[in-house]
């Protein structure tokens, strides 16, 4: 898809996102604030300037696939959708409420549009993107799968064991960004499992791996474009970022995992991000 | 029986281009004919049971119909979580395929075998779960689950098998088939076992008890209505699996008839597996026998229960 945005505009988008992201958190209770900031200029690249997509047309077979694997960025996930139009950004009015679909986790495909797997449990979105990668190889169609993990998800053994399969099946619509923020829930996700060297991991199970600043979205849209001529390789793209980025007094602060921001912090927030109520 | 599901799975596999067949890096020479006539579509997913349920989701979710095949303990309880997930949360139509299930694999010790599968798979919700006791039945179940828009287990045996159906024109999940008809004694079936079954029926119209015997191929969704007529007509009820006494067929009918009794008033017995590990090696029928999951043990239990009921 041509750029849908230039990058002083992506740049507003991705803090129209943080502030709507910071400011639902405080409405509703919803945790994991750290791990949304941190992904949110991953997800405007993508949402704004590169998945082929047509919002009017959400389930067009030959859409971009994008798996949210660290469903925990949800509450960022559904402010990206809304805001690029795949429903009416009223649906958020709701938002944790009893008997909405917007929480924590993303609901099961069918609920929201663009949602295309129900995740949370970590692990699982690239084993399903995979699916989807075949899918399209068997189906003849022309669409990429795009699937963003957390750093601490990739202690998951499913992630390896994707990692292989895709390398043996050349798998190169497949692209794999993780949001290596350099923490988990609770601690250094390089020391709680030997993590690093990741992008080196990457290439060992047969990938491309590149790594780029996550908060540059220059870098992060030259990163996501197609390789032309193709590789016959996945791409993993590990993106350093910084958790609870762009709102000061999170960033790096792994409390914000869980934390939720006070009425002050939102307003305080809001202001740093230059994105005032 | 796995030839019989290879063998399916390739007949239709040349008419139906959604079906895709993935296995776990076992099914060497198996599946060969299958990967002739359905090029691109057998993926050996390796010994990474997991990702190989979630890339079957994620097929099933992008309009495809999966099949996953394995041994038992590697296709379900090894990926219950991406079973779970992936599969029953999204109701994404995959067929997962369970070779040589309960004690086929008896020789292999209990990292093969599988008795806990039917009780832990029927608890997921969308799951439908299905045990054919032949060829005849697995070959019309595929049909059926390529007809059902959701997630199936069908847990089949390994080889040579005996045939039991000499006909059979169609199968619907969660409609039992009555096998052979009786009066006074009901055995409800389900999975590989049917053959000793039978034999405990021939024993027991030898001791002069008329047994009916059904296939419950469907533990889950049950077929509630043919429960409530066997328990209706007959004195005697038994169900007989190869599989753990605890959250099979006999926990499924167990969980039927409690709210129901004492209005059913007929006797309820279970045959299964005991809630144990086999610790020693030995083939199906060894294990079979130390678990009194024989012709003889079964018409024996059946026998003396139809002794109690009648003495009053």
């Known amino acids: 898809m041509t750029a849908l945005a230039d990058f002083p505009t992506l740049d507003l988008v991705a803090r129209k996102i943080r502030a709507r992201t910071v400011a639902t958190s405080q409405r509703t209770g919803t945790p994991h604030l750290g791990s949304c900031l941190s992904c949110i200029d991953i997800l405007t690249v993508l949402y704004f300037h590169e998945l082929r997509l047509d919002p009017a047309r959400p389930e067009d077979p030959e859409r971009d696939r994008f798996i949210l694997s660290k469903g925990h960025a949800a509450p960022a996930l559904f402010q990206v959708l809304a805001l690029r139009g795949l429903f009416p950004e009223g649906w958020l009015d709701n938002y944790g409420e009893d008997g909405s679909l917007f929480g924590e986790h993303p609901p099961v495909p069918g609920h929201v549009p663009g949602i295309e797997a129900a995740t949370g449990s970590l692990g699982h979105g690239l084993p399903l993107g995979l699916g989807m990668a075949l899918s399209a190889r068997i189906l003849g169609r022309g669409h990429r799968v795009f699937v963003l993990l957390s750093d601490g998800e990739c202690n998951e053994g499913s992630v390896w064991e994707a990692a292989m399969l895709a390398g043996a099946q050349k798998l190169d619509q497949v692209t794999v960004i993780v949001d290596y923020n350099k923490w988990q829930a609770t601690g250094r996700s390089n020391e709680v499992l030997a993590l690093a060297p990741l992008a080196d991991k990457w290439r060992a199970f047969g990938w491309d791996a590149t790594e780029v600043d996550g908060h540059d979205l220059r870098a992060l849209a030259a990163a996501v474009a197609p390789a032309r001529p193709s590789t016959g390789r996945p791409r993993a793209i590990v993106a350093h970022t910084v958790k609870g980025k762009g709102v000061s007094f999170m960033e790096d602060d792994n409390n914000w995992h869980y934390r939720i921001p006070t009425v002050d912090e939102v307003r305080a927030a809001r202001e740093e991000l230059g994105v005032p109520a | ?312």
């Open chain 2, 1 to 312: 029986m796995r030839n019989a599901f290879s063998a399916e799975v390739t007949r239709l596999g040349a008419e139906d281009p959604r079906i895709v067949l993935l296995s776990g890096d076992i099914g060497n020479k198996l599946f060969d004919k299958f990967k002739d006539g359905c090029p691109g579509r057998f993926l050996n997913c390796g010994v990474a049971e997991a990702n190989m349920m979630g890339v079957a989701a994620g097929l099933a979710l992008n309009g495809l119909r999966p099949f996953v095949y394995t041994i038992t303990p590697f296709t379900t309880t090894r990926c219950l979580e991406q079973i779970r997930v992936d599969a029953c949360y999204h109701r994404a139509p995959v067929v997962i395929v369970g070779t040589g299930s309960g004690l086929s694999y008896a020789e292999l010790g209990p990292t093969h075998h599988s008795c806990e599968d039917l009780a832990i798979l029927r608890s997921l919700p969308e799951m439908t779960v299905f045990a054919p006791c032949d060829a005849t039945e697995l070959r019309l179940g595929i049909q059926a689950a390529l007809r059902h828009d959701g997630p199936v287990y069908m847990r089949i045996g390994k080889k040579g098998e005996p045939q039991i159906h000499a006909a059979l024109a169609e199968l619907q999940f969660g409609r039992a088939i009555t096998v052979r008809p009786g009066a006074q004694v009901c055995l409800l079936s389900t999975g590989t076992i049917m053959a000793e079954v039978l034999g405990a029926a021939d024993r027991l119209a030898e001791a002069g008890i008329s047994a009916r015997v059904e296939s419950f191929h469907t533990v889950k969704p049950l077929d509630t209505a043919r429960l409530a007529e066997v328990f209706a007509g007959c004195a005697v009820v038994a169900t007989v699996e190869e599989h753990s006494r605890i959250g099979g067929l006999g926990g499924a009918v167990a969980e039927w008839l409690a709210p129901r009794f004492p209005r059913e008033p007929c006797r309820f017995l279970s045959f299964g597996v005991d809630d144990v590990f086999m610790h020693e090696v030995g083939s199906q029928d060894y294990a079979r026998r130390r678990f009194g999951l024989t012709a003889q043990s079964i018409a024996d239990g059946v026998q003396k229960a139809w002794a109690e009921c009648t003495a009053g």
